[in-house]
């Protein structure tokens, strides 16, 4: 039965690696991100201690006042996330030119040993040894870095651009510019030790597979640090060198242990490259994530949302064209015919484009929206607009012409001046502590926000406060502050992180908290992103629930 299933899977290898290759990039693009940068991590005694107020100089004396509230955090859910896109990064790996060609190569070393326990013992050394050297990698950048450091680097601007400038980098060499290659003294070194007997030998094997592999698996390790080191979780890189390592010894242990398997494998060829191309349209497609980042967390205001969508359209386009034989690079091989698994994936890139089209002009694009800059930074919108939020506010509201409302929204940006509003008109505190680079914060504002009934009770039972905790903009001199520790609160984005890491003791973004602008308590436990409308609008009501019990 299990041959049988190896078999089927192995015969269509070339559809599930196109369709790992997809898989690859939504999975790092869709990972729950946690607080993305200028967090200031400090050392909590007493969660119940209310703040001092000299620790928390030039935020406001109301803000000194607040009391932590028991809350969860997501950085679970991230963790798991990086290692799903390595999982899959890995498994795109396998299919990868350098390594597929190698499976029969080193699966023959550990067949001379014959079916015995010697040789099950090699083969599940040899995978071990792949993944402690891929995980060794993760935890490398850790220690190189630290916790601090990866959460700061998340949207700093230098950082970005780089991040930008590496992956285009990845994605030309995957297109067959050029090749990444490590220095030929190490491949030799290792390989020189990889004929020792035992288990050294065997390590050292599993060394020269990750070297001599390097300019296919480079690209994709590079791309997955990166997602995981930005993602500000301490232990991302290593969780995602675990998936990704799992992925990569995962067949050669298998085909190692069932050398039978070998002959259901598909023959080399030309389909391999394909692989390669393919992940350099994606690589570059991600790429600008990181772009939007910095232009957003900057207020530069010229990559907007019709760049992006123009870019993103382009390069689809341009996938599927490549899938059908239209365009071909000089390392490609003569296509004679088209099987139907690409004609399919084609037919999927060219109908995904077409789908954005219409963002062009303002349509939502809900499933790909908390990728995209926000409606916000739109030139030319031709839906209609949703009734504006019915709070009236006293004049110029602070920072305002820094940050575009959510469509249908009219919050607050400054964390005082929406207390003293909602002090005034007798209604409960919704904070929104959210970010230029969240993804989370954009799929909830377009997928559960913009639901009628959600809208009409952010809009009518709440004053809706929002900080963006990753902005770089310079805070007035006479609003600047330095903590206890010799950190400078300089920026509108380290005020508000220092704010929500001091107050409410979580630095995920987006984090709502439901608060009573009197006690500056919340009102209920505060929750992250909730893409179930109903339960999000539930959470909603427990908070008004909870605000009339205590203001009958």
Known sequence: MMTSIIRMLTRHARLFMLLMVSMVTLSVFAQDTLSTADVVFTDIHDSTQSLRPDSVA???????????????????????????????????????????????????????????KKAIGKALTYGLSIIVIYISLGLLITLLFGADALNAISTNGLFNIFFFLLLVVFAASFLGAFEIVLPAKWVNMTGSKAGNRGIGGLFFMAATLSLVSFSCTGPIIGTLLVEAATTGALLGPAIGMLGFSIALALPFTLFALFPAWLSSLPRSGGWLNSVKVTLGFLELALALKFLSNVDLAYHWNWFDREIFLSLWIILFGLLGCYLLGKIRFAHDS??????????????????????????LWGAPLKSVSAFLPPMSTQ???????????????????KYASLFEHPKGFAPYFDYEEGLAYARKSGKPVMIDFTGHACVNCRKMEANVWPDPRVAQTINKDYVLIQLYVDDKTTLPAAEQSTLPGGQRLTSIGKKWSHLQMTNFKANSQPYYVLLDPATQ????????????TGQYLEYLHSGLSAWKSKHP
């Open 58 to 116: 030039g935020i406001g004396a109301s803000t000194a006042q607040a009391i932590a509230a028991p809350v969860t955090t997501t950085a679970h859910q991230s963790l798991w996330g990086i290692f799903l896109a390595g999982l899959l990064g890995g498994f795109a790996a396998v299919l990868m030119p350098c390594i597929f060609p190698m499976l029969p190569m080193t699966v023959s070393f550990f067949t001379k040993e014959g079916a015995g």
């Open 334 to 359: 003569p296509l004679p015919h088209l099987s139907i698994p690409r004609l399919f994936l084609a037919i999927i890139c060219l109908s995904f484009t077409l789908y954005l089209v219409p963002g």
């Open 379 to 397: 030139d030319f919108d031709l839906t209609t607009p949703r009734e504006a939020s019915p709070v009236e506010a006293s004049g110029p509201r």
């Open 521 to 532: 308590q919340p009102l209920v436990p505060p929750q992250g992103a909730n893409y179930d």
